[in-house]
C-alpha cells in the first residue's frame, strides 16, 4: 500500500523533467529557427557620409559609403555593388550610379547641373540583394538642392492645418485589470513632431489622468482598463478641442513593462491574466540583428519579474519577446542598449587660429573598447560653417543611421539629438522613440515556420549581364555558345555556355560605366543566325512622399548667397570680366529639326550655338568623325574634344576639354565615340559663355555638346551581323579626386577662393600605428570651420566626432 505515494511522486517527478526539457527544447528551437533564418536571409545596412547636408546646383555631392552586415555592423562581405540614385519630388530618377564595393566600402560623386530646378530630394542606397526585403531597409535622406540663380529660395515648411495623434500600448494591446504603459505621438501635416498636452477621460467625461509630450510630441501615461470603459484622449491644436478614442482593451492576454532606465540591466515585468495562468512554460528572448543574446524561460503567474544585463546585449536597438509554450509571440516590443563602446576620435589641430589659405594639419587618432586602436577606414570633411550653418541635432549620422534608425520605421525626426544628448532626459526621449515607432525586421511566423522563400534578387560580387539566345522563330537555343569580350580599358574575353531555356549569364564582372562590350552567340553546331535578347536591370519604383513632407527650415541664406558669389566671380575671372548672366537665350536663326523637341538643352531646345540634325550625320562613321569635319575650331586629343579657342588653358588643371551630355546626363567620351550615328536624333553644340554657363563649372570651361537619342536609345543594343551585338551597360562610376588647392607663399593667387567644402577625404585608414596626419589649405571665407569624421572599424563599432577651428 506504500508503494503508491511513491510511484505518484515518480510520476509527477517525470512530468516535471519531461516539461522541463520541453521548455529546453522549445527555446532551443526559438534559438535555432533564429539563427537558420538569418543565415538565409543576411541583411545589410547602408550609410552614406556626405560632405555637407545640403546643395546648390553646380555643385559637386561627395559621399562615402558603409555597407555593413546587420547583425553586428560589421563591414560587409555579402555585395560589392551598391546603387546610389537621387529621387526628385515627382518619384523620377535624377541620378544613379553603381559604386564598386571593397569590403562594404566605397566612395563616389554626384554632380549637380548648374541649371537644375531647385527642390526636395531623396537619396536612396542600396544593394540589389536589399531588394528582397521592404524598403524601410535602404538608405534614405532627404535633401534639399537651392538655384541660386531661381528667383525665390526653397520655401519653409507650410503652417500645419491639422495634426494627428497616435496610441501606442507598450505590449501592443491594453488588457482588462492590468496597468499598462501608454505611449503617444502627436505629428502634424509635415510629419514633424507636435508638442501637446491634454488628459483622459471615462465614459462619464471624468478626468482621470493628464499627460504632456515632449518637443518631438512623444510621450507616455499609465492607465489600467476597467470593464466596460471606454477612454478617450483629449487635446487642444490650434485653439480647437480635439479627441482620439483609445483602443478597446481585451478581456485576457499579458502585458510587458520594460524599465529602462538602470544603466546596467533592463527590468522585465509581465503581468498575466488569471485565465493564462496554468503551469505551462513562457519564455522570454531578446535578439538583435537576428541573433539571440538572451533567452530564458518561466512558469506562468499573476507576476513575473526579471532583469536582463545590458552587458550581454550589443548596442542599439534589441527586440524583446515573450513566447507560449508553442512559440507562438504573445507580446514584444523594442529597446535601444547603450554599452558605451563607440568609437572615441580625437581630432587635434596644430594651432587654434588660422588665417586665410593657410594651411593646417589635423592629427587624428582613434580608439576602441579598452583603449584599443580603432584600424578601420574613415572619412573626413571639412566645411565653412558660416556658410553651410546646420543644427548637428538633425544630420544623419553614422552612430544615428547604423545603431537606431536603420532599425526603426519611417521618418526619425532630428535622429542625432539622440547621441549628441547623453542626459536623463535623452535617454527618455529614447525610449519613446522606442515605443512609438518600433517596426520588426522579420515575422515570428516566418522565422518557426522555417520555410524557404525564394528571393528574387541576387547577391551581386560585381555586374551582373544576362539575357538569352534564340532561333528567329523564337525557340531557346541549348547549350549554345555565348562570348562576352571589350575591347576597351581593361579588356577581356569570356564564354559561357546557355542553359535548357536558352539563358546565359557572366556574373560578377567589374567595369567602369561607357564601357562598350560585345556578345557573339552560336549554336551547338556553330551555326549564328541566332538571336541575342538581354535582360533589364530595371531600379525599384520609389515612393518619396512621406519623406519629403520633412523640410526641415534649413538656414541656407548664406549658402545660397555665396554659391552665386562663387560663380559670378569665377566666371568674371575666367571670361574677360564679362559678368555671369544666367537667363533664357534666344538664338536667331536655329533651324527647326526634327526631334529637338526632345532635347534636354538646359537654355532650352534648340539654343545653342550649332543645331546638327540626324540627316546631317547619317553620312559620316560617327559623331566624331562629323564633330571634326564639319565644326570650325575643334580637335581631338587624348581621347577627347577641344575647342581651340580653349586650348590656352582656363582651368587649374589644364585646358577643358568639352563635356558632353547624353540625354540630360554627363557621359564620357568614349561613351559618345561608340554610338551609332543611327541613333542620334539631334546634337547642340554650345561654346559661347552665355549659353555653356548654365551648365557650371563641369561645362561652363570647356564647351559643352548635348546629344539626343532616339527614343530608347541612349544606351542602345546595336547588332551589326547575324549573332552579333554590341551594347553599353551601366558600370561603376569612376572615382573622382577632391581638388583641394595649395597655397604657396611665393606665388600670388588673384582667383577668389569661395568654396564651401575646403577638405573630402573618403579613404583615411587607420592603422595599428594610430598615426594620422591630414593637410590641407583654408578658403578665403572667414569664421569657424567644421571637421567631421566618421568611420568603423573591423569589429563593427562605429564612431563620429566633431572639431571646430577658426579662420580670421
Not at 605 to 610: E, F, I, L, M, S
Not at 668 to 686: A, G, K, S, Y
Request: proline residues 4%.
Amino acid at each position: 500500500m506504500k508503494i503508491k505515494p511513491i510511484l505518484i511522486s515518480f510520476f509527477v517527478f517525470f512530468l516535471a523533467i519531461q516539461t522541463f526539457v520541453s521548455a529546453q527544447d522549445q527555446t532551443v528551437k526559438i534559438v535555432e529557427s533564429l539563427q537558420k533564418f538569418s543565415a538565409d536571409r543576411p541583411q545589410e545596412k547602408v550609410h552614406l557620409h556626405f560632405d555637407k547636408p545640403y546643395y546648390a546646383a553646380g555643385d559637386t555631392i561627395w559621399f562615402k559609403a558603409y555597407v555593413v552586415n546587420a547583425k553586428l555592423n560589421m563591414p560587409s562581405n555579402i555585395s560589392k555593388t551598391l546603387n546610389v540614385t537621387v529621387v526628385n519630388d515627382k518619384d523620377s530618377v535624377l541620378f544613379q550610379q553603381k559604386i564598386q564595393l571593397n569590403a562594404g566600402l566605397g566612395n563616389g560623386h554626384v554632380a549637380i547641373p548648374i541649371g537644375l530646378k531647385k527642390g526636395n530630394f531623396v537619396v536612396y542606397a542600396f544593394t540589389n540583394w536589399m531588394r528582397n526585403f521592404d524598403q524601410e531597409l535602404y538608405f534614405k535622406k532627404p535633401i534639399i538642392i537651392e538655384n541660386p540663380f531661381e528667383q525665390n529660395t526653397i520655401t519653409n515648411v507650410k503652417k500645419p492645418s491639422n495634426i494627428q495623434f497616435s496610441i501606442f500600448p507598450e505590449s501592443g494591446d491594453l488588457v482588462m485589470g492590468i496597468r499598462s504603459k501608454v505611449a503617444f505621438k502627436c505629428i502634424d501635416e509635415n510629419g514633424l513632431g507636435k508638442k501637446v498636452k491634454g488628459y483622459i477621460i471615462n465614459k462619464s467625461n471624468e478626468k482621470i489622468i493628464e499627460f504632456e509630450s515632449n518637443q518631438f510630441g512623444m510621450g507616455v501615461f499609465a492607465l489600467a482598463p476597467s470593464m466596460g470603459e471606454v477612454y478617450t484622449a483629449v487635446y487642444e491644436f490650434n485653439g480647437l478641442k480635439k479627441e482620439t478614442v483609445l483602443p478597446q482593451a481585451k478581456d485576457q492576454g499579458f502585458v510587458m513593462l520594460i524599465n529602462t532606465a538602470d544603466s546596467t540591466k533592463f527590468s522585465v515585468r509581465i503581468s498575466v491574466s488569471p485565465q493564462f495562468i496554468d503551469n505551462k512554460e513562457l519564455i522570454l528572448v531578446a535578439q538583435s540583428g537576428g541573433e539571440v543574446y538572451y533567452a530564458s524561460k518561466f512558469t506562468a503567474k499573476q507576476i513575473i519579474q526579471t532583469t536582463i544585463a545590458k552587458n550581454l546585449l550589443p548596442t542599439g536597438v534589441t527586440q524583446i519577446t515573450l513566447f507560449n509554450s508553442s512559440n507562438q509571440p504573445l507580446v514584444e516590443r523594442l529597446v535601444f542598449n547603450d554599452n558605451n563602446d563607440n568609437l572615441k576620435i580625437s581630432i587635434i589641430a596644430d594651432k587654434k587660429e588660422y588665417n586665410k589659405r593657410e594651411r593646417i594639419d589635423l592629427k587624428i587618432n582613434i580608439l576602441g573598447v579598452n583603449e584599443v586602436v580603432a584600424m578601420g577606414s574613415y572619412s573626413v570633411s571639412v566645411t565653412d560653417e558660416t556658410k553651410v550653418p546646420y543644427k548637428e541635432d538633425d544630420e544623419v549620422s553614422i552612430l544615428s543611421n547604423l545603431l537606431l534608425t536603420s532599425d526603426l520605421k519611417g521618418y526619425v525626426e532630428k535622429p542625432n539629438y539622440y547621441f549628441n544628448h547623453t542626459n536623463t532626459e535623452a535617454s527618455k526621449n529614447l525610449d519613446y522613440l522606442m515605443l512609438t515607432q518600433g517596426w520588426r525586421r522579420f515575422k515570428w511566423s516566418d522565422v518557426m515556420s522555417n520555410t524557404s522563400l525564394p528571393l528574387a534578387y541576387k547577391v551581386e560580387k560585381g555586374i551582373d549581364i544576362s539575357g538569352s539566345v534564340t532561333t528567329n522563330s523564337g525557340l531557346p537555343i541549348v547549350n549554345g555558345k555565348v562570348l562576352l569580350f571589350s575591347g576597351k580599358g581593361a579588356s577581356f574575353t569570356t564564354d559561357t555556355i546557355t542553359n535548357s531555356n536558352g539563358i546565359f549569364s557572366f556574373d560578377g564582372i567589374g567595369f567602369t560605366d561607357s564601357t562598350t562590350f560585345g556578345l557573339q552567340a552560336r549554336n551547338a553546331s556553330e551555326k549564328k543566325n541566332v538571336k541575342i535578347k538581354l535582360n533589364e536591370n530595371k531600379l525599384p519604383s520609389f515612393k518619396s512622399g512621406e519623406l519629403l513632407k520633412h523640410k526641415i527650415d534649413y538656414e541656407m541664406d548664406n549658402y545660397v548667397l555665396n554659391s552665386k558669389n562663387q560663380y559670378q566671380q569665377l566666371f568674371y575671372s575666367y571670361n574677360n570680366n564679362k559678368e555671369l548672366q544666367l537667363k533664357q537665350v534666344e538664338i536667331k536663326g536655329v533651324k527647326k529639326v526634327p526631334g529637338i523637341e526632345n532635347s534636354t538643352n538646359l537654355n532650352g531646345p534648340g539654343n545653342a550655338d550649332k543645331v546638327i540634325s540626324a540627316e546631317m550625320l547619317s553620312a559620316s562613321f560617327s559623331l566624331f568623325d562629323y564633330l571634326k569635319n564639319y565644326i570650325n575650331g575643334i580637335v581631338e586629343m587624348n581621347d577627347s574634344i577641344y575647342f581651340t579657342r580653349n586650348m590656352g588653358g582656363i582651368s587649374s588643371e589644364g585646358p577643358a576639354p568639352v563635356q558632353f551630355v547624353l540625354n540630360g546626363t554627363f557621359v564620357t567620351p568614349d561613351f559618345i565615340r561608340e554610338m551609332n550615328v543611327d541613333d542620334i536624333q539631334t546634337v547642340e553644340v554650345l561654346r559661347s559663355a552665355a549659353l555653356t554657363s548654365i551648365y557650371g563649372l563641369s561645362g561652363g570651361f570647356g564647351g559643352v555638346i548635348i546629344v539626343t537619342a532616339k527614343q530608347g536609345k541612349a544606351r542602345a543594343v546595336n547588332q551589326y551581323a547575324p549573332g552579333i551585338i554590341t551594347f553599353m551597360p551601366k558600370g561603376y562610376d569612376v572615382v573622382k579626386e577632391f581638388y583641394s588647392p595649395k597655397y604657396l607663399p611665393a606665388i600670388n593667387n588673384p582667383k577668389p577662393d569661395l568654396r564651401s567644402t575646403i577638405y573630402w577625404n573618403p579613404n583615411v585608414i587607420i592603422d595599428k600605428d594610430n598615426k594620422k596626419t591630414l593637410n590641407y589649405f583654408n578658403a578665403d571665407g572667414l569664421g569657424t570651420y567644421k571637421v567631421v569624421v566618421e568611420g568603423i572599424n573591423a569589429d563593427g563599432k562605429v564612431g563620429r566626432s566633431i572639431f571646430n577651428y577658426t579662420v580670421k
